[in-house]
């Protein structure tokens, strides 16, 4: 549970109609499973100790006791297990009525009764709501059965587990909702017979991811299965965890465990992110204590958090993102009165989208690509592939092609401030990165247009770029894409257009198979000399750190422990660790070149403008961060 991962398991028990001693041996082994799998908070389904089919059978006095007998056998046989479980039987109030409810118990004690509020008209023959407070008497122990109950981990505050039955998640006002909001549940247990017919698995699986993104919860739903009577219908075993609107698991027709580990730590996160907070208005809370321990990770970490991992997933996204820098773009020009949109095209994979971009904008406000000026601007590291690659984009979009060696003028400018050609420092490579962004700027003057940007999130992020010189612009279409979805976004493109323009897309696959590399150093023998993850480390690394160091707001040692899950066939530890300390040094110490950074268009949801996106003073310290990463092996 550190870190606040807490393994969690719908269940869903082989039962038999009405056998509740036979029940309670299936429920009490399942959990005694579960225990061995490590998992902390179990859901099983509606009614399982007695079957949900059991119909005119509720009535009976034999099979109300048989329920309550069996509920005490399973809270006997698990006593020792430190795993809180919610499990469902039907119970007898002083008031007469009979309810169906679900039954949490922890270490051999009953914690709490929540009884279902929603009653479909198929169980209002033997059921009543719940809705309200009733009493029973267990075990020689009044209880209270009452809808409005959560339940706290003392020992992880941020575990506070809310239980609904049922179609309690079908209503209007579900009663989640309620828990979340007045009680600050951040894991709700669903307890369920829900019957399978052609269609219910894609609506329910909507209602608990949907469920699970509106209340940002996770969302743990254990639906009966086999066992259940099938004279009418048939129960499927159907079970679900979500957390947040994101399916971690999912099983149909069987029995046993479905197991996966929900954060609620991130869930608490996005609650304050979001300024959503309970309101500990009129519901009752119940504290138990679970033991902290290390959570074995199961769950599907994406190595790269900016890229869908599904091929249809990941077309739509692009398409999408490229449809919204466009639509920036196009606006910008509008409103400028803009003649022409003025491109630095080195070759790489950063101006390439740039100029995509520009070209989309351009046709969306049909308008001629040759009011593009694409600028090409050779000096001491171009080699003649990336030079020939952006005249050959340029040319393919329709662009107008302007070459201008600066090599002359940034040799002048060195004679003149007394820079050695011979010192290879950082002067050397900043003062031809100005000179870049000079001559953008100026020819952007001369045709009346504006510079667009080519700089990406990453980049920002790890300050990888020259303090005025292309870090500036009139307008930066790449602001908030990382790397990595640079390099699908243009991948998109090219896959896209094989078919209409081949020789588009064979120069597209060139720049992707082109080293990331600034080009300001020399090359050797005519190849890049200079490869940006060689000196700044991995993308696929700074973009899974930047995900979740600023997305989620992880600490230093939970996001190296998701990397390592993640990434850790590609990478060893150490190197991991390197990177990330180098990924939080630069970090801090870069945030004064995003503090004036220009205007550009959110595509996702991490962004680093100083407009509101991140906010956070240029001087700030990192020792806290820094400290925490010294600890980690």
């Not at 509008?334 to 971009?357: F, K, M, Q």
Request: aromatic residues 6%.
């Amino acid at each position: 549970m550190k870190d606040g991962f807490v393994k969690v398991a719908a269940g869903t028990p082989k039962i038999r109609v009405a056998d509740c001693r036979y029940n309670a041996e299936q429920v009490f082994t399942l959990m005694r499973e579960a225990a061995k799998q490590g998992v902390r908070v179990l859901c099983l389904p509606e009614l399982c100790l007695t079957g949900a089919t059991c119909g005119d059978l509720f009535l009976h006095d034999t099979l109300l006791r048989g329920a309550q007998e069996a509920l005490a056998t399973v809270m006997e046989a698990t006593k020792n297990l430190d795993m809180v479980c919610a499990v469902g039987l039907p119970v007898r109030c002083a008031d007469g009525a009979v309810y169906n409810c679900g039954a949490v118990i922890h270490k051999g004690k009953l914690l709490g009764l929540v009884p279902k509020t929603c009653v479909p008209q198929s169980q209002s023959r033997w059921f009543v709501s719940g809705a309200g407070v009733r009493q029973v008497t267990l075990f020689g122990t009044a209880f209270a059965v009452r809808p409005d109950r959560v339940f706290v981990c003392s020992s992880l505050p941020e575990l506070i587990i809310g239980v609904e039955l049922g179609e309690d998640l079908w209503a209007a006002q579900p009663a989640a909702a309620g828990l979340v909001k007045d009680g600050g549940a951040t894991l709700m247990l669903n307890l369920s017979a829900n019957a399978e017919v052609v269609g219910t698995a894609a609506y329910r699986r909507g209602l608990v991811t949907g469920q699970s993104a509106r209340l940002v919860c996770a969302y743990v739903y254990a639906n009966a299965g086999e066992g259940e009577s099938t004279t009418d219908l048939v129960f499927a075993g159907h079970d679900l965890i979500a957390e947040n609107g994101v399916l971690l698991a999912e099983r149909r027709f069987a029995t046993g465990l479905l197991i996966s580990e929900v954060d609620v730590s991130r869930l608490m996160f996005e609650r304050r992110r979001i300024g959503q907070t309970a309101q500990d208005a009129g519901v009752e809370r119940t504290d138990f204590d679970l033991a902290l321990s290390d959570t074995v990770l199961s769950r599907h970490i994406n190595p790269m958090p900016f890229v869908p991992e599904d091929a249809g997933d990941r077309a739509a996204r692009c398409n999408e993102i490229l449809c919204i820098a466009a639509l920036g773009l196009k606006k910008r020009l509008e409103h400028t009165g803009a003649r022409t949109a003025v491109v630095g095209l080195s070759g790489g994979l950063d101006s390439t989208l740039a100029i995509l971009v520009t070209a989309l904008a351009m046709k969306m406000l049909g308008r001629p690509a040759q009011d593009i000026i694409a600028v090409t601007m050779p000096c001491f590291g171009t080699t003649d592939r990336t030079r020939d690659n952006a005249v050959e984009l340029a040319g393919r979009l329709g662009a107008t092609l302007m070459r201008i060696d600066i090599g002359e003028a940034v040799k002048q400018h060195f004679k003149d401030i007394g820079q050695s050609m011979d010192d290879h420092s950082v002067t050397f490579e900043n003062g031809q990165a100005r000179e870049r962004t000079q001559v953008l700027m100026d020819i952007a003057n001369q045709t009346g247009g504006m510079v667009v940007g080519t700089g990406d999130l990453s980049e920002l992020a790890l300050g990888w770029a020259t303090y005025n010189g292309d870090h500036m612009s009139m307008y930066g279409v790449n602001a908030s894409i990382p790397k990595t979805l640079v390099r699908h976004l243009v991948s998109f493109v090219a896959g896209d257009k094989a078919q209409e323009d081949s020789r588009l897309s064979a120069v597209l696959e060139d720049i992707l198979d082109t080293p990331v590399s600034p080009e300001l150093l020399p090359a050797i023998e005519g190849k890049i000399s200079q490869k940006t993850e060689d000196l700044v480390g991995p993308y696929e690394l700074h973009d899974f750190f930047l995900y979740y160091a600023l997305r989620w707001a992880f600490p230093p040692a939970k996001v190296y422990r998701l990397a390592r899950h993640a990434l850790g066939r590609q990478y060893d530890s150490q190197t991991i660790l390197k990177w990330l300390k180098n990924f939080y040094r630069r970090f801090f110490a870069q945030q004064f070149k995003r503090s004036c950074l220009p205007d550009g268009p959110k595509v996702g949801s991490v962004s680093l403008s100083p407009r509101g996106d991140w906010t956070m003073p240029s001087d700030a310290c990192a020792a806290l961060w820094m400290e925490e990463l010294e600890t980690l092996r």
